[in-house]
């Protein structure tokens, strides 16, 4: 698994790195693998990495005041994890990250990032895109959990991100719609008609 092609791939996609960019950004990642289930990080700590997903897949979740658990963001292949408000901030985080599945991971950490801003002009160019990215993804989350129904938010998963429905079990696709495991069968089984 020591091999970063797929990382790099996704880098160059991004921005357009040199070689030179290259050598100096992929050291900096640290290769790791999880179990299924596995806890990156828990609620209450410092998000000190960030992921990028090689094989498999991870999550970020939260437990709210009803003791109720809400998947805010799933990460397959090729695309960043972190508690991204800690990591940023350096504050405890009020998310876990969890495996769902077995991972191979190339994880960095807030201080390696943050040396790659002032060694990788780039790299600040890199972390706008992913910022950006971020606020649109958890607009539209947001927007979607105002605007949308159950029916009509199950139906744009689907649409938008067939991974999450098809990969993951009914219980993690119902935490991160926000519904209860009942209400997605309703409306699997309306949506499937």
């Not at 998000?47 to 090689?54: A, D, E, L, R």
């Not at 999550?59 to 800690?86: C, H, M, P």
Request: net charge positive; hydrophobic share 40%; aromatic share 12%.
């Amino acid at each position: 698994m020591n091999d970063s092609h797929v990382l790099t791939a996704f880098l160059k996609k991004q921005v357009d790195f040199t070689a030179e960019d290259l050598q100096i950004i992929l050291p900096y990642f640290k290769i790791i693998e999880t179990k299924k289930k596995e806890i990156l990080l828990s609620q209450g700590q410092i998000s000190k990495y960030s992921y990028f997903v090689n094989k498999g897949c991870l999550r970020i979740f939260f437990i709210n005041g009803e003791e109720k658990d809400i998947t805010r963001y799933i990460a397959f292949e090729n695309q960043f994890a972190t508690a991204l408000v800690s990591f940023i901030t350096k504050e405890p985080a009020e998310e876990n990250i969890q495996a769902i599945e077995n991972c191979e991971l190339f994880s960095i950490s807030h201080e390696d990032f943050r040396q790659l801003l002032l060694e990788v002009p780039k790299w600040k160019d890199f972390y706008n895109i992913y910022l950006e990215k971020a606020y649109v993804n958890n607009l539209k989350r947001l927007m979607s959990f105002t605007a949308l129904d159950a029916k009509e938010r199950y139906s744009q998963l689907f649409r938008i991100n067939p991974n999450i429905v098809r990969r993951l079990p009914n219980k993690i696709v119902a935490s991160y719609l926000n519904i209860s495991q009942e209400t997605l069968s309703r409306v699997k089984s309306k949506v499937l008609k």
